[in-house]
């Protein structure tokens, strides 16, 4: 089992910068890659960006890439969104999730989810 709480959401205007932060509990959170989905209201879940174990290599969706930074830091069970320049279109509530056998882009692969944070950015 893991449980994953997720930080750092909030209000921000156009153009501004957030990191959210993905606590997850237990020992075994390096045997998972790591995930975050993003859902807006009226649209369904979808991808933004993932890592792998070693954290050696990550994958964006093209919407967020060049402004969007994942990492993760498996001494602190902590996998990070580091999100800048942001638009009002990254408005959404923010999931992390943990993958024993990805890590993928689509959220039926993902074993574990935390909550969810809000993003809001104005314009």
């Known amino acids: 089992q893991v449980q994953l709480v997720e930080s750092g959401g909030g209000l921000v205007q156009a153009g501004g910068s957030l990191r959210l932060s993905c606590a997850a509990s237990g020992r075994t959170f390096s045997r998972y890659a790591m995930g975050w989905f993003r859902q807006a209201p009226g649209k369904e879940r979808e991808f933004v960006a993932a890592i792998r174990r070693s954290g050696g290599r990550t994958y964006y969706t093209d919407s967020v890439k060049g402004r969007f930074t994942i990492s993760r830091d498996n001494a602190k069970n902590t996998v990070y969104l580091q999100m800048t320049s942001l638009k009002p279109e990254d408005t959404a509530v923010y999931y992390c999730?943990?993958?024993?056998?990805?890590?993928?882009?689509?959220?039926?692969?993902?074993?574990?989810w935390g909550q969810g944070t809000q993003v809001t950015v104005s314009s």
């Open positions: 999730a943990a993958d024993l056998d990805g890590p993928g882009t689509h959220q039926n692969g993902y074993d574990y």
